[in-house]
């Protein structure tokens, strides 16, 4: 009576040693890689946020500069303190319903408003009728490594 070979189970220790070293060489550098990789895309999303909080500014000090309401216009940018700051009309507390998300997300916001400039960009101080202002809206967060980044939005503005 022939007998057929019994069929092998299991691993034996030499395979089952290579699987592990294997594995301990794999994964640290795995486990780096993805920390790397979470770290990108958690700087990503904060560069988004930021972005979306200095257009969101930007466009409400563009609307401002356009509309016709009282004390708001090209000329409210010339008081900068009193057109971001005041109480209830400024633009920080006009704003704040919004901005509280962001700042919730440890975002913060600067809006600086620049002196009379011409066409070219040179500084004029006095209001003729080609005249600008630079507003820059800064956004500052903090990276995954604790690094403050900031995001800036700037535009020239007009009374045109």
Do not use: C
Not at 15 to 40: F, G, H, K, S, Y
Not at 46 to 65: F, K, N, S, W
Not at 129 to 147: E, I, L, M, N
């Amino acid at each position: 009576m022939s007998r057929r070979p019994a069929s092998r189970r299991g691993f034996s220790l030499i395979e089952a040693v290579v699987v592990v070293l294997a594995l301990a060489i794999a994964l640290p550098t795995t486990l780096v890689w993805l920390e790397n990789a979470n770290d990108r895309r958690a700087e990503s999303v904060h560069q988004t946020r930021a972005t979306a909080l200095a257009t969101l500014v930007m466009e409400h000090v563009l609307a401002d500069v356009s509309s016709k309401s009282s004390g708001l216009g090209f000329s409210a940018l010339a008081d900068s303190a009193a057109y971001l700051d005041t109480a209830v009309t400024g633009l920080k507390a006009r704003l704040s319903p919004v901005t509280s998300l962001y700042s919730g997300m440890n975002l913060t916001y600067d809006v600086t408003i620049g002196g009379l400039v011409d066409k070219s960009n040179v500084v004029t101080g006095s209001a003729t009728q080609d005249v600008f202002r630079t507003v820059s809206v800064a956004v500052t967060y903090f990276a995954a490594d604790g690094t403050p980044r900031t995001v800036t939005v700037q535009s020239m503005v007009t009374s045109l």
